[in-house]
């Protein structure tokens, strides 16, 4: 069975990963990570097809279902997962697309398991897509999917959603292989982005890259025209607040915090252990403020929650070494016997008990140097039912463009950022709760399901216009 459109065609899901992982039992259940969380559960309401690596190497699996959810894998070998997706994915593309925050790898042997992988997705795509159906791909593993699949089956509607930013031209244009990619991403009838200055970058790119025809939100090329816009991506807000106001939850929260010691204010942050996310400088940012007695550790403590991700990969291994180094001394310095100042978890945790961890949380920590958008700010917002609590947010996630509400910093700035966590910490009642609402306000207006429907209902009006 497959999931259709509101016009009734099927739609099939292209992401590097199937959204579910093995379970120590060898069953299968839905894996962490925004990708999924934004997408299983529309799927899993009305059925669908998902093509995906399963997370094993050399996985020849056969197609399964889970909750409804039809799953197609595709094999990719551990060498492949090396190359395309530890190299090319994370050590090239995801540097250069967050600002060029590291230096990214170019080599070329990365490059061609990147398309090799990319043909194999195409090609099981060509094979099992319904005639005349949507096929939407998600995100920077899978950019040459497009085209591919455009030359082998004509027929099919296209879409692609990615979920990082995409970079300026001048940035852009040092990729290598920089014509491949745009040319991949042409192959779609529309091109999703978070933001609006993503959806400008591609277009500039185009246009300086292929001396394309583009207006405001389209190009034309190869006798096709190709929308891209803006589709902000959002949380089951539902979801999240249905966990928040379970019993067990309200009992959950209340145990953290008295594990915490009952301190007046509890900061929280909760990433993938990823250099893109500003863990250290918001670590650095609490401890010059305990330094400066801004804070007090008798009445302030921090939990930072780190997700383990691409641990294979140095920029990683450098950044948790850095990460843990600093919590170290951070603890060395304020902690008391039995009562750490900050709180590490280098883990991840079922949602119930992230979701009880935001309720705890008085004040959530979201500081990175650049996001596509970040659902743990939107999480945060949705799971305050009792509609208290503060976000500081960094104006370079794409998130900062909707939560207008959260007090907005610049991450860059040490004392822009000390200054902001003291505004959230001493924030009086009235306008913590002014502003939440306004956040649970906005959230509301466009959840996950929403951003869907959206980018799949300008995806059939722009390939009902495009002339294939
Ligand atoms: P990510 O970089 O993974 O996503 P984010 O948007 O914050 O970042 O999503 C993380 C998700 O993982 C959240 O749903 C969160 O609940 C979950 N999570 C985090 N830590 C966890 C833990 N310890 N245990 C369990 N779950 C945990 C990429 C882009 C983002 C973009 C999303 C979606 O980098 O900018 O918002 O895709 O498009």
Redesign the pocket.
């Known amino acids: 069975m497959s999931e259709t459109s509101s016009s009734g065609r099927p739609i099939v899901i292209a992401a590097n990963r199937l959204p579910v992982m093995r379970t120590n039992e060898g069953d299968w259940s839905p894996s ?4 999924v ?2 997408l299983y559960p529309m799927l899993r309401e009305s059925g669908g097809t998902w093509v995906g690596w399963t997370g094993d190497p050399d996985d020849h699996a056969e197609p399964f279902s889970v909750e409804g959810v039809d799953l197609h894998p595709v094999p990719i070998s551990a060498e492949e997962m090396n190359l395309y997706y530890e190299g090319f994915s994370n050590d090239a593309l995801w540097p250069l697309y967050h600002d060029a925050l590291r230096e990214s790898t170019y080599d070329s042997e990365q490059w061609d398991a990147y398309k090799t992988v990319n043909e194999r997705f195409a090609t099981a795509l060509a094979e099992i897509a319904p005639a005349d159906s949507i096929v939407w791909v998600h995100d920077y593993q899978l950019q040459l999917v497009p085209g591919l699949l455009r030359a082998r089956r004509p027929d099919l509607t296209i879409g692609f959603f990615l ?2 930013p995409f970079p300026s031209v001048d940035l852009f244009t040092r990729l290598p292989w920089r014509d491949d990619i745009v040319q991949g991403l042409l192959g779609c009838d529309l091109v999703g982005f978070q933001r609006p200055r993503d959806a400008q970058n591609f277009i500039a790119t185009v246009e300086q890259l292929l001396e394309a025809d583009t207006s405001d939100d389209t190009v034309s090329f190869d006798g096709r025209t190709v929308v891209a816009a803006d589709y902000p ?1 959002s949380i089951d807000v539902a979801e999240v607040e249905e966990i928040a106001t379970g019993r067990a939850t309200r009992q959950r929260t209340s145990q953290i915090r008295a594990r915490l010691g009952d301190p007046e204010v509890i900061m929280l942050g ?3 252990l ?1 250099y893109t996310k500003g863990i250290g400088l918001r670590l650095r940012a609490f401890a010059q403020l305990l330094e400066d007695e801004r804070l007090d550790p008798t009445r302030h403590v921090m939990v930072q ?1 780190a ?1 383990p991700t691409r641990e294979a990969v140095e920029h990683y291994q450098d950044e948790r070494a850095s990460i843990e180094r600093l919590v170290g001394e951070i603890n060395g310095r304020f902690s008391r016997i039995g009562l750490p100042v900050v709180h590490y978890l280098y ?3 079922p ?1 119930d008990e ?1 979701v009880a961890l935001y309720r705890a949380g008085d004040v959530m920590l979201v500081t990175p140097f650049r ?6 700010a939107k ?1 945060y917002a949705a799971a305050h039912i009792d509609g208290d609590g503060v976000l500081v947010l960094s104006e370079f996630a ?1 998130a900062a463009e909707e939560l207008t509400d959260a007090v907005q910093v610049n991450p860059h700035d040490d004392r822009a950022l000390q200054d902001a966590i003291v505004e959230a910490v001493e924030m009086h009642r009235h306008e913590r709760r002014g502003r939440m609402s306004g956040l649970r306000d906005q959230i509301r207006k466009s959840d996950v399901q929403g951003w869907a429907d959206r980018f799949l209902a300008a995806l059939e009006v722009a390939s009902s216009t495009a002339s294939r």
């Open positions: 962490p990570g925004g990708l969380r934004a979920h990082i991506i909760v990433d993938r990823d929650v997700t883990q991840t945790l949602y992230l996001d596509g958008m970040n659902l743990v999480e794409g």
